[in-house]
Nanobody
Framework: QVQLVESGGGQVQTGDSLRLSCAAS????????MGWFRQAPGKEREFVAI????????KYADSVKGRFTISRDNAKNAVYLQMNSLKSDDTGLYYC?????????????????WGQGTQVTVSS
């Protein structure tokens, strides 16, 4: 099993930056593809970014491409999401997830492990 804990959220203004972290413990972290998802009130959880087990493959939602960067450090059992040029539409509860799909997946139902989430609020 994998335990995940997100951190780094907060309340910021439009155009600001935040860096989210997800610390993993448990089974071999490098055996999992990782993803960041977010959920706004009244909406379904949506894909933000995914990264492969090695870190060599990354994919982003169109809405964040060019502004967000996902990375991972397998030596530190951590995955990160650097978020720049934040917009009000980026507001939500951000979750990191671990999947046995080594390249990661845009489908949240394929993730067996989730953290508790970290809130990001962007105000104009």
């Amino acid at each position: 099993q994998v335990q995940l804990v997100e951190s780094g959220g907060g309340q910021v203004q439009t155009g600001d930056s935040l860096r989210l972290s997800c610390a993993a413990s448990g089974e071999a972290f490098s055996s999992y593809g990782m993803g960041w998802f977010r959920q706004a009130p009244g909406k379904e959880r949506e894909f933000v970014a995914i990264i492969s087990w090695s870190g060599n493959s990354k994919k982003y939602a169109d809405s964040v491409k060019g502004r967000f960067t996902i990375s991972r450090d397998n030596a530190k059992n951590a995955v990160y999401l650097q978020m720049n040029s934040l917009k009000s539409d980026d507001t939500g509860l951000y979750y990191c997830g671990a999947t046995t799909v080594l390249l990661g997946s845009r489908r949240h139902e394929l993730y067996g492990y989730w953290g508790q989430g970290t809130q990001v609020t962007v105000s104009s």
